[in-house]
């Protein structure tokens, strides 16, 4: 039985609305990384650092970008023919809002530096997503949960 | 332009250009089979020396030719071969990787299909040195590790590789 029968929107999403959401997300970093230094990068960061957090914490129904793709975008779209675990998606907001958090102190310490590493890492992974359907902070899940939880040797 | 702006420029340019290099580069390889030890010619002259894995005693480098048993994977070995599915909950591809390996199974007799939660196996993570989910060892009939897929595997791939551990 194909899992397209089963689609409770609590656990699953349509595929599509995660990439575009990371496309978005591409968008919006690509325009802070290039205004970098002004007040309009420090908003468009806090912006997306709100919108990762709400993905992350409430879910992605509370995502703004993907409140967008259901209402505006989904209903012009054919039907949704596959469907993914919110889990994913909901992990790699938890790895951008890190990543963007971090580019917001570091804008706020003065620590320019460590703003542009932070928005670039969070732009490539987005892009990766968006543009590949990859997620990478779920691939980098299980080698971070191997040295986290590795025992404890000399 | 000020300088802030060019910074952001070039520093936006690399790292598209960057990661495009690593999603064509991963989007040739990922799920690609490759044999991590000879596949077994002849119908099995049942020699058992190949090592069992100990999970206490993480070994490093090669894992091909290194066998599984029931006892470690927690589920009965097809008669034929079994297909390992490594998974976690924050991976996409883990569920289109169970349909296939389901439907070949259910295809090709004398096969099963046994996923692994990663996380609840860390151990046995280590010692295969699995890094990123999906990955799919394919065992032969004793439980040998002959080939590897890191990734979506393709459907094709998947039966190929079967056919060359069963013996004809």
């Known amino acids: 039985m194909p899992d397209v029968t089963v689609c409770d929107p609590r656990t699953e999403v349509d595929v599509r609305g995660p990439r575009f959401s990371a496309a978005i997300t591409l968008v919006v970093l690509a325009a802070a990384l290039l205004t970098l230094g002004s007040p309009v990068a420090v908003v468009l960061i806090a912006i997306q650092t709100v919108v990762f957090a709400l993905g992350a914490f409430v879910g992605l129904r509370a995502q703004p970008y993907g409140i967008l793709f259901r209402s505006v975008v989904q209903p012009r779209l054919a039907p949704a023919t596959e469907f993914e675990s919110v889990a994913p998606p909901r992990f790699a907001a938890l790895v951008g809002f890190i990543f963007t958090a971090v580019a917001l102190l570091g804008l706020a310490t003065g620590l320019t530096t460590v703003a542009y590493v932070a928005v670039s890492f969070a732009l490539a992974a987005a892009f990766l997503n968006a543009a590949f359907g990859f997620c990478l902070g779920c691939e980098m899940y299980l080698i971070g949960k191997r040295m986290l939880a590795r025992p404890v040797t000399a | ?168």
């Open chain 2, 1 to 168: 332009m000020g300088a802030g702006a060019m910074l952001g420029l070039v520093l936006l340019v690399v790292v598209l250009a960057l990661a495009t290099a690593f999603g064509l580069y991963r989007r040739a390889t990922d799920g690609r089979m490759r044999t991590v030890a000879a596949p077994v010619a002849a119908p099995i002259p049942v020699a058992d020396d190949a090592p069992e894995v100990d999970v206490t005693t993480p070994t490093a480098a090669e894992h091909g030719g290194e066998r599984l048993t029931a006892q470690v994977l927690g589920a009965d070995l097809g008669a034929q071969a079994t297909l390992v599915q490594f998974s976690t909950a924050f991976c996409q591809p883990c569920r289109a990787t169970r349909r296939i390996l389901d439907e070949v199974t259910t295809m090709v007799p004398g096969t099963s299909h046994i996923e692994i939660d990663a996380e609840a196996h860390l151990d046995l993570v280590r010692q295969l040195d699995i890094r990123r989910t999906p990955t799919v060892l394919v065992l032969d009939a004793r439980g040998v590790i002959a080939k590897r897929a890191v990734g979506l595997p393709r459907k094709a791939d998947v039966i190929a590789a079967l056919g060359e551990i069963i013996p004809a």
